[in-house]
């Protein structure tokens, strides 16, 4: 967490967006937590604003947000679709700029990495290689109830 204060005494804000990367498929949806941290003696008011690097069209459920003192507001999310046409393994990476509404100087951001990765039909236990396993158990039974019947 990165913290940055203003010129008023009394007045910090601190930004966390949680967790830092995420990785999905074509067309899937993501979403990031994002923590504002009051970390002045008195509330505040404070602006959100998004850079999208790749421009995959991230949203925040709030643009704007109240923090009482010492208080952690927990409820913005940080919303991403990997578009249908990224290309595998591209990386967008998204900042989140956090401005208090009453002194421009009282501000922290903070970045995310949303990743695409190669779209697939199989299930992820296929492709973890998982599926190696039971398929010998099975070919072992096989093997066994018609040597048995044989015998």
């Known amino acids: 967490m990165k913290s940055a204060s203003g ?5 910090s804000v601190e930004v966390e967006v949680s967790p830092t990367r995420i990785s999905a498929g074509p067309g899937e ?5 994002v923590y504002v941290t009051n970390a002045g003696d008195m509330a505040d008011n404070y602006n959100l604003t998004l850079v999208d690097k790749l421009g995959w069209g991230s949203t925040l459920s709030a643009n704007s947000t109240t923090v009482a003192a010492g208080a952690l507001r927990v409820d913005i999310s940080l919303r991403v679709t990997i578009p249908e046409n990224a290309q595998p393994y591209a990386e967008d990476n998204i900042t989140v700029t ?3 509404q009453t002194d421009s100087t009282v501000m922290d951001s903070n970045s995310c990495i949303a990743q695409a990765i190669i779209a697939s039909n199989y299930p992820s ?24 019947r044989r015998h």
Request: aromatic share 14%.
């Open 29 to 33: 949806n993501i979403t990031f937590t």
């Open 125 to 148: 236990y296929v492709l973890a290689g998982t599926l190696v396993l039971p398929l010998v158990g099975i070919a072992m039974a096989l093997y066994l109830l018609f040597y048995l």
């Open 98 to 100: 956090v401005v208090s």
């Open 7 to 11: 010129s008023e005494i009394g007045k």
